[in-house]
């Protein structure tokens, strides 16, 4: 058995979202494991995006449960206890368990730990590479001084917290080789150590769950092989699971251990790559293309694979 099924950090049953009248999920169920890099693919509006809303808080979804187990298994009778007491969040046997459709974005990022990137950049661009990274971790730093002035003047753990928050600020700038432009503007820095930079960023926020929203979009060739590095490195050695759309085959491919399709806003697959990838249903709804020209996305696919 796999670890989505085996080891579930997060559980989305029945998710549904609704805009008016246009349904942009529709009673989507799938796992999330919580050692793996789960990849959701599918077609432009096939609803990726608002899964991820849904996910981090930005939407409250119409239907359906969210269920994150910080630590083991959020077995069914205890998510099933969580729901009926009306709470957001409870313990259980075997740890924390938080309904995220419940919860308000911040306490989400907060409480839950996911963390999220956007389709498009946004970091302070004005603001230095490395602040960047200590701003990230102002939260947990506000947290230390028990938000009082003496706490910030160093009464209690505020100095060793915020000593810490620059290591491992710094940490993460040697890991994503950007050391040397710690003090210049993260506006000034190519468009794909800016993306590096945005997710070692969501990282110094120690998320249990990073949510990245097409991180390969726009990578030349190299940027993109140094992205899966930093990602199963992400996985491997920082106990993060990762929740990624993508749109680039390649890359999902290369680093997913496993895929969930989604067409318009319905769920038509869910296995390891391995799996999707000779579904010619998949193939076909993923890449919008007609039945007899699946052959030929399938040879692509295959050429993308050997040459990563
Ligand atoms: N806030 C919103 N209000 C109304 N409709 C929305 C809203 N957000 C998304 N939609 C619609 O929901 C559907 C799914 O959109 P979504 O952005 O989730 O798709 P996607 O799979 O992420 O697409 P893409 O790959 O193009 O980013 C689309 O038809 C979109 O127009």
């Known amino acids: 058995m796999s670890s989505w099924q085996t080891d579930p950090l997060l559980v989305v049953e029945h998710l549904t979202m609704r805009f008016g009248g246009l349904v942009a999920v529709n009673n989507l169920s799938f796992s999330v494991g919580r050692t793996d890099i789960t990849a959701l693919i599918g077609p432009n509006g096939a609803g990726k995006t608002t899964v991820f809303n849904c996910v981090t808080g930005f939407y409250k979804p119409t239907e359906g ?3 994150l187990a910080r630590q ?60 960047n990274l200590l701003v990230a971790q102002h939260n947990a730093l506000m947290k230390a001084s028990g938000y009082t002035v003496l706490g910030v003047l160093g009464i209690g753990g505020y100095k060793a917290k915020e000593k ?17 432009r710690a003090d210049d503007p993260a506006g000034d ?11 070692a960023r969501a990282m110094c926020t120690d998320p249990i769950l990073l949510c990245l ?9 190299r940027e993109s092989l140094e992205l899966n590095a930093l990602l199963r490195s992400i ?4 106990n993060t699971a990762v929740l990624l759309i993508e749109h680039d085959m390649s890359v999902v491919m ?15 697959a869910d296995g390891t790559p391995q799996e999707i990838r000779n579904d010619p249903r998949v193939i076909a709804a993923y890449l919008g293309v007609e039945d007899e020209e699946v052959e030929e996305v399938e040879a692509e696919i295959d050429m993308a694979e050997k040459a990563s």
Request: proline fraction near 4%; avoid cysteine; charge should be negative.
């Open 235 to 238: 996985r491997n050695d920082h």
């Open 254 to 268: 290369e680093i997913s251990d496993h895929v969930v399709v989604l067409d318009y806003g319905t769920k038509i």
């Open 189 to 199: 820095l190519p468009y794909g150590d800016q993306r590096r930079l945005e997710i």
């Open 72 to 131: 083991g298994i959020a077995a069914a009778p205890d998510v099933e206890h969580l729901t009926g007491t009306g709470a957001r969040h409870g313990k259980s046997n075997s740890g924390n368990i938080y309904l995220l459709e419940r919860m308000p974005g911040h306490e989400i990022a907060d409480k839950a730990r996911v963390a999220r990137t956007f389709q498009n950049i946004r970091l302070f661009t004005g603001m230095t590479v490395l602040e």
């Open 65 to 67: 449960r969210l269920a």
């Open 164 to 180: 810490a928050a620059v290591a491992k600020a710094i940490s993460w700038l040697d890991k994503i080789g950007l050391l040397d």
């Open 213 to 221: 929203d097409e991180p390969a979009a726009g990578l030349n060739p």
